[in-house]
């Protein structure tokens, strides 16, 4: 009944930013925590950054603490990932995820987008 489409992923320079988008429809937006995973060859997927449903608190993984930014356009249903100061290591297909009344953290979200690749070059 929700779905989730990303978008912005492509190609970069180490150093470099990309601005990723995820859609929602189906759904009351507002009333769901959003967070993006990763997932990179030959490694698990993995929580990135989620930000609650009421969009007071975010939470970002160690990696990119400092580097990545979420934040959410209810108005829009969107919710958007700011990537700055890339690395190789960033290189993932990057999925959106959606958590009903969820916090930042989300562990096992209620939905999933079908992911937007992010490549790092050096």
């Known amino acids: 009944q929700v779905q989730l489409v990303e978008s912005g992923g492509g190609s970069v320079q180490t150093g470099g930013s990309l601005r990723l988008s995820c859609a929602a429809s189906g759904g009351t937006f507002s009333t769901y925590a959003m967070a993006w995973f990763r997932q990179a060859p030959g490694k698990e997927r993995e929580f990135v950054a989620g930000i609650s449903w009421s969009g007071g608190s975010t939470y970002f993984a160690d990696s990119v603490k400092g580097r990545f930014t979420i934040f959410r356009d209810n108005a829009k249903s969107t919710v958007y990932l700011q990537m700055n100061s890339l690395k190789p290591e960033d290189t993932a297909v990057y999925y959106c995820?959606?958590?009903?009344?969820?916090?930042?953290?989300?562990?096992?979200?209620?939905?999933w987008g079908q992911g937007t690749q992010v490549t790092v070059s050096s």
């Open positions: 995820a959606a958590d009903f009344r969820g916090g930042p953290s989300i562990k096992v979200p209620d939905y």
